[in-house]
């Protein structure tokens, strides 16, 4: 099982590492996977051109990128409508044809909002009061009035990239302190500037389209987006889908809050987030020991969830298929939880069981000692 390989590739191909990068590094997405893990896998555990590997945690898409540059066929899944959309944007075949069409839109916006700017106009962000709050008063209205220029685009595939753009720049430009960080900070943003990093940010997405599009092989599988919950994904499917690979990262129990990562994102693209803050699995606000559920334990809580996903992914499993989770040690409370031995633990009554483990140390994010993070391979117990 070529875990350890997987791991060694990561280590040895640095994420900013244009070559590596293509549309993988082009919006900020709280612990992607890294591609070289991905790219990986996919090459050593392929049994063919028919070979199909679903993410039911595909996030931005890494997995599914990596999926058509190897010639396999993918599914990716995700409860955030917002993953979604990014992850189908990066996954985009674009020809020169295409992006010299989306980039005249960006630079129809980019001029008009130039003016907006300019010219003081008045543009009222669709925001709730408490959202409002997030921005200076002059670089609110600046991204709502980038935001009105998009909306404006009839192509659809451009104004749904376009608005993934907007999206790649919002955080930057709110007093949120960091894309992981939800307190505020003061920041001084002069008027302009959101335009200058739009433009910018549009461009580097033309730029990572052609390479993408010169690294796909003449006949690359697009992938196929489901908007769902990863424990109830083979109802979703209807019982039409089987793969001969998962290969996902879970969430790290307790570490990300995936709803408050991309809230200011949710709000001005007009997402509604009620399944992700109802359903996100792991999440750190559902994991505190102040907050447990209904008398539910937060260890307990963590156990059920990541069991659930377990015995719902096993059922889309072709009988020689491998599962291989990326998944790093879970912080419940206070109390670290190795992940290789939870799922060691929830294997056996998902019908599953542990045939490779390999792990490596990362730095903690407390700034304590460092946290672990596994390559798990599971199969169906015969």
Known sequence: MPLVAAFEAASETPQNDLRESLTHGFHAFPARMHPAIARVLLRELSIGPSSRVLDPFCGSGTVLIEAMLAGWKSLGSDLDPLALRLARVKTERRDLRSRERFLDELERVGDASTKRVRERVDTRA????SERQWYEI??????AGILAEIREVRDGRDRRALEMVFS???VKFSQQRAETAERPTDKRIRKGLPTEFFMRKGNELA???ALLADALPEHSHAPRLVLSDARVLP?????EFRC???LTSPPYGGTYDYLHHHARRHAWLGIQSKALREGEIGARRHLSPDEPLRGEQPRARWDRELSAALVALRELMRPEATMVLLIGDAEIGRERVPADQ???RLAGP???EVVAVASQSRPDWRGGLPRREHLVALRARV
């Open 350 to 352: 998902a019908e599953l």
């Open 138 to 143: 002059h670089t609110l209205k600046e991204l």
């Open 235 to 239: 109802h979703t499917l209807a019982g």
């Open 168 to 170: 790649a720049i919002v």
């Open 126 to 129: 669709d925001l709730s009061a």
């Open 342 to 344: 939870q799922l060691e």
């Open 244 to 246: 001969d690979l998962i």
């Open 207 to 209: 730029d990572r389209w």
